[in-house]
């Protein structure tokens, strides 16, 4: 018998107060990985990156040090994201890298985590949900629950479970941006669209590369899109920054200089694509959840949120109120952890919507 109809129908409080009581909180996203732990809260927040010997296959370093090496890897070494677009691309790197956050996790504190409630994907398919099981198994995790990444943004966000009035989240990735509106606890619409905040950075490297003749790494690219890119239009065009890197013409180290008014077009071209994700979700509500919406405006979370001008041109564009949320980054895990906070809330979330909790008994069930 799968979980939901064991929570929903048998399961008592107590049973219910047992399994949250030694959870954790996993966002396993395409950029970073956070984990949350009751207690001490965030206790990882690294990069999904795992560096690899090419020779023996071996995982050489994960996570932050992995990034240490990334673009200047050693020969017979290479950095790889094994989670492409908030989907698994590379099954087992997952796998490791997850068993090794989940071990870090543990190795900080007394806690030994026997459950954890992870968020997903909306769009993930059933090959990828597995994926992601088999990757928890492997890090020793006893039971793993699922819950729709734009339910726990909502919440962790500030949204009250209870209310019945619609919200609408925009979670703006690394390399996904998940449009969901929430109401009465449960997703009521939701779109996800495979561009994300990392896009910018491939759009920078191409222009650059294409354009000026320089090709550089993505240290580069994330620098210019921090200090110099904006989603509403510079007030300072001319303003500069120095980027380094190789000329693709001679093959030799080289410099220029890039404004803020030659980025501005190449960042737009991605931030038109997330509004557009907006609008079209928006687009699709009911009269009802609509007129919600256009009193309440739109919530941002996710590391892309805090992109420069993004939430004012958002708003410019929709003709909402616009609002980030409070750590942007940790929302997902926020509203995770706000599950195995209260039992309540848990059992709630549970029957309100098909959707948010699976299990790995109950993979026969699909999103
Ligand atoms: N201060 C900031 N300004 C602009 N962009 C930022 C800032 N901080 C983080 N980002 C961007 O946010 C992205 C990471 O966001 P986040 O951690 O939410 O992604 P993720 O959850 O790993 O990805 P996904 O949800 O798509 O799988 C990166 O592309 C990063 O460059
Ligand atoms: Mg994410």
Known sequence: MGFMSKTAAFMSMASLRNLVSDSIAID????????????????????????????????IAVGSEARQM?????????????????????????????????????????????????????????????????????????????????????????????????????????????????????????????????????????????????????????????????????????REITIRGRDVVTGSPGAINLTAGEIYPVAQYVVIKIAEAVSTTLAELSPEVAGDIYERGIILTGGGALFNGMAQYLGDQTKLAVQTAEEPRYAIVRGLALMFDDPLLLRRAVRSEAPPLLDQQNEAYSL
Do not use: C, W
């Not at 996203?29 to 023996?56: H, K």
């Not at 222009?207 to 240290?219: K, S, T």
């Open 28 to 59: 396993m996203g395409s950029g970073a990985t956070i984990i949350y732990v009751r207690g001490p809260g965030v206790v990882v927040d690294e990069p999904s990156l795992v560096a690899i010997n090419d020779i023996s296959g071996e995982v």
């Open 70 to 238: 990334y673009g200047r890897e050693a020969r017979d070494i290479t950095v790889v994201a094994p989670l492409l677009n908030g989907v698994v691309a590379d099954f087992e790197r997952t796998r490791e890298m997850l068993a090794h956050f989940v071990r870090e996790a543990r190795s900080g504190g007394s806690f030994f985590s026997r459950r954890a409630l992870m968020s997903v994907y909306p769009g993930v398919t059933h090959v990828e949900r597995r994926a992601l099981l088999t990757a928890a198994e492997h890090a020793r995790i006893g039971r793993v629950m699922m819950m729709d990444e734009g339910l726990a943004a909502a919440f962790g966000a500030g949204v009250k479970l209870d209310d019945t009035y619609a919200s609408a989240v925009v979670d703006i990735g690394s390399g996904t941006t998940n449009v969901a509106v929430v109401g009465a606890g449960a997703i009521i619409h939701s779109r996800s669209e495979r561009i994300g905040s990392a896009d910018i950075n491939t759009a920078i490297i191409n222009h650059v590369r294409r354009h000026r003749g320089l090709a550089i790494g993505q240290r580069s690219a994330e620098r210019l899109k921090l200090e110099l890119a904006s989603a509403t239009l510079p007030d300072d065009l001319a």
